[in-house]
Nanobody
Framework: QVQLVESGGGLVQPGGSLRLSCTAS????????MGWYRQAPGNRRELVAV???????NYADSVKGRFTIFRENAKNTVVLQMNSLKSEDTGVYHC?????????WGQGTQVTVSS
């Protein structure tokens, strides 16, 4: 089974930045469309950013212009750079395939945006 490990979350003030990293096996990170998802309290998980094996990206309207997804292939990671964070960005962030079938979900990393 593929293991997905998310890191980089934390507590940040509104307007701040965080850099989330998703680590998987090298081949998985390279050949699959990968995405970042978030789940806010009381809400279902939503896809916020995706990147294809060729490097094409797409973003949810709520994060467009503020978040950037990219790969660091040598490190077997998919990165989500989050800038200009808002309280609405609070939630548990997971990485996984950008489409079904999903790999087994990891534990995610908590992002809390609060003053």
């Amino acid at each position: 089974q593929v293991q997905l490990v998310e890191s980089g979350g934390g507590l940040v003030q509104p307007g701040g930045s965080l850099r989330l990293s998703c680590t998987a096996s090298g081949v998985i990170a390279r050949i699959y469309t990968m995405g970042w998802y978030r789940q806010a309290p009381g809400n279902r998980r939503e896809l916020v950013a995706v990147i294809t094996s060729s490097g094409s990206t797409n973003y949810a309207d709520s994060v467009k212009g503020r978040f950037t997804i990219f790969r660091e292939n040598a490190k077997n990671t998919v990165v989500l750079q989050m800038n200009s964070l808002k309280s609405e960005d609070t939630g548990v962030y997971h990485c996984n395939r950008g489409l079904t079938p999903y790999f087994t979900w990891g534990q995610g990393t908590q992002v809390t945006v609060s003053s």
